[in-house]
C-alpha cells in the first residue's frame, strides 16, 4: 500500500471561522464538502486539537471562505500554521460578518457559506461537523484553490492536524524507493569538489516553521529573487514567504 494514494484524492482550500464570546477564531481546512442539495447542508473535518474546533461545536456555527487560486500567501501561513489561541488571525484583514456571526474573510476569496450546525460525529483524532447552509454567494469568478495546486506550487505538507497529512518521512521514503527503481549507472562521475559545489548551489531548503520548500531552480520571482539563486546567496533579511520565518528556521533538504 502507499500513503500516496491519498494525493489523488482532491479538495479545496478554505478558511473555517467562526464567532464565539465576542472573538473571532478561524483555520485553513481542505475538508469541507457539500453532502445534500435539499437542503444545501455541508461537512467539515475538524481537528479536536484546532483551537476553532471547540469554538465551532460552541457556537453552534461557522463560515467556509472559498479561497481562489493565487492566494495571498501569507493567509495560508496564519490560518494554516498559527493558533487562534495566539494570535487574531482577522486582524487588518478585509472581512464581513455572517449571519450566525462568524467572519467571513473577503481577501482572496471568491465565494463563502454561512452555516449552522445540525450534527456531529466522533471520528478519532477529528470531529466530522455537517452544518446546514443558511446563505451563501460568489465574490468573483477567479478559479478555486485546490489542494493539488497548492502542494504542487508550494512544495509543502498538509500542517499536522489537517485530515490528509502524512508523515513526511513515509512519503519521503515511498518517493527515494520509486526513483532507486529509475537509477541508471553513470560512468562520468564528477569529482568530490564539483559535487559539492553542483549540491550546494542546487540545494533545497524547507521552512521548519511551516514545510515551505524553497527551490533554487525556481528562485522567488514574486520576491524578485531570479530563479538559479542558491539558498546561501538569499539576502540575510529573506523570510519564508508563506509563514514569514527567517532563513535560520530553514533547512537543507
Ligand atoms: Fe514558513
Known amino acids: ?9 482532491s479538495y479545496g482550500l ?11 477564531a478561524g483555520y485553513i481546512g481542505n475538508t469541507a464538502f457539500q453532502v445534500t442539495s435539499a437542503p444545501p447542508q455541508i461537512a467539515i473535518s475538524c481537528h479536536k486539537k484546532n483551537a476553532s474546533t471547540e469554538k465551532i ?15 495571498d500567501t501569507s493567509l495560508i501561513g496564519k490560518f494554516g500554521f498559527m493558533s487562534s489561541d495566539e ?24 465565494a463563502w457559506f454561512d452555516c449552522q450546525v445540525i450534527s456531529t ?35 509543502m505538507l498538509a500542517p499536522k492536524n489537517a485530515p490528509t497529512y502524512l508523515e513526511k518521512n ?32 542546487t540545494a533545497t531548503y524547507t521552512c521548519t516553521i511551516c514545510g515551505f520548500q524553497y527551490n533554487p531552480e525556481e528562485g522567488d520571482p514574486a520576491l524578485g529573487i531570479p530563479p538559479g539563486t542558491a539558498f546561501d546567496d538569499l539576502p540575510d533579511d529573506y523570510k519564508c514567504p508563506i509563514c514569514n520565518a527567517g532563513k535560520d528556521y530553514f533547512r537543507k533538504d
Open 87 to 110: 494570535t487574531d488571525k482577522f486582524l487588518h484583514l478585509m472581512t464581513k460578518t455572517a449571519t450566525t456571526g462568524a467572519p467571513i474573510v473577503l481577501d482572496s476569496t471568491i
Open 1 to 9: 500500500m502507499k500513503q500516496k494514494a491519498f494525493h489523488k484524492l
Open 121 to 155: 460525529h466522533d471520528v478519532g483524532t477529528h470531529i466530522l461537523i455537517i452544518g446546514k447552509v443558511l446563505n451563501y454567494d460568489i465574490i468573483s469568478d477567479e478559479d478555486p484553490l485546490t489542494y493539488d495546486y497548492y502542494r504542487a506550487k508550494y512544495k
Open 170 to 201: 513515509l512519503s519521503e521514503a515511498e518517493t527515494q524507493n520509486s526513483e532507486q527503481l529509475d537509477q541508471t549507472q553513470h560512468k562520468n562521475e564528477p569529482t568530490p569538489a564539483a559535487r559539492e559545489q553542483t549540491e550546494k548551489s
Open 14 to 24: 478554505y478558511i473555517i471561522s467562526t464567532h464565539f464570546q465576542g472573538k473571532d
Open 57 to 71: 461545536l460552541q457556537s453552534k456555527s461557522f463560515a467556509i471562505s472559498v479561497l481562489k487560486k493565487e492566494t
